[in-house]
């Protein structure tokens, strides 16, 4: 449970824009083999 909380805050420390960046590039990741 502890670690569940830190990689929370971790990732509340993580800019949202930097986080859709993310998700953008593991979507066309996915899309693209």
């Known amino acids: ?3 569940n909380t830190e990689m ?5 420390l ?3 824009n930097l986080l ?3 998700e953008k ?3 066309s990741a996915l899309s693209n083999p």
């Open 1 to 3: 449970m502890k670690n």
């Open 8 to 12: 929370k805050s971790a990732l509340d």
């Open 14 to 16: 993580v800019p949202s």
């Open 20 to 22: 859709k960046k993310l």
């Open 25 to 27: 590039a593991h979507l």
